[in-house]
């Protein structure tokens, strides 16, 4: 059986020994530099045409087919975002929208929505219709969705004054794993 030499990173070899980068017989090599690319062409990332629409707003069953059954490339989305053709600006106007579009036009939460019983899409007029007359239960989860939002706020405000108060970052020390367990006497030497 025939063994073949086994080449060892860093090791040295003879001159003139025509595989090796050190022996200058690699055309394009520079020292310090691989001789091939290191990474492979990156292709472009697509998406499936449902987290396309919920990036794009908009309600996937009242896109066009194509938009359906097709991926969407990262360029398509900006594309998209950039320019959209008739169809995403007619959907955008006038729905059907999806269920965070329609809690957001109606400041409500999404959950606020089910409890209202809207479960469907809704259009922009049927939205304008609720917001002109607001049912009772309308009233009511606007008034729990800002009264959440608040309270949001408040707890957002208050972490900010205990970051305001507490050790900055550079002035503790850190210490190692290893380091804490030794102190603790659980490290085996």
């Known amino acids: 059986?025939?063994?073949l030499p086994v080449r060892v990173p860093g090791a040295a070899y003879p001159a003139g020994d025509g595989g090796h980068p050190s022996s200058g017989n690699v055309p394009g090599?520079?020292?310090?530099?691989?001789?091939?690319?290191?990474?492979?062409?990156?292709?472009?990332?697509?998406?499936k045409p449902s987290t396309a629409a919920l990036?794009?707003?908009?309600?996937?069953?009242?896109?066009?087919?194509e938009f359906q059954e097709g991926l969407v490339s990262r360029e398509e989305l900006d594309e998209f975002q950039r320019n959209p053709p008739q169809w995403l600006v007619d959907l955008r106007r006038d729905g059907p929208h999806p269920r965070n579009v329609v809690a957001a036009r109606l400041r409500v939460s999404n959950s606020g929505l089910a409890r209202g019983g809207i479960t469907e899409?809704?259009?922009?007029?049927?939205?304008?219709?609720?917001?002109?007359?607001?049912?009772?239960?309308?009233?009511?989860?606007?008034?729990?969705?800002?009264?959440?939002?608040?309270?949001?706020?408040?707890?957002?405000?208050?972490?900010?004054?205990?970051?305001?108060?507490?050790?900055?970052?550079?002035?503790?020390?850190?210490?190692?794993?290893?380091a804490r367990q030794t102190a603790r006497g659980r490290r085996n030497p």
């Open 1 to 3: 059986m025939t063994r």
């Open 29 to 47: 090599w520079l020292p310090g530099r691989y001789p091939d690319p290191v990474s492979k062409p990156k292709k472009s990332q697509v998406m």
């Open 121 to 178: 899409p809704l259009t922009t007029a049927q939205i304008a219709a609720l917001v002109a007359d607001p049912p009772p239960w309308l009233t009511r989860e606007r008034a729990t969705h800002a009264e959440v939002r608040r309270e949001e706020r408040r707890l957002q405000e208050r972490r900010a004054e205990t970051d305001k108060t507490t050790v900055p970052a550079e002035l503790v020390v850190r210490t190692s794993t290893a």
């Open 55 to 65: 990036k794009l707003d908009v309600y996937l069953p009242a896109t066009p087919r």
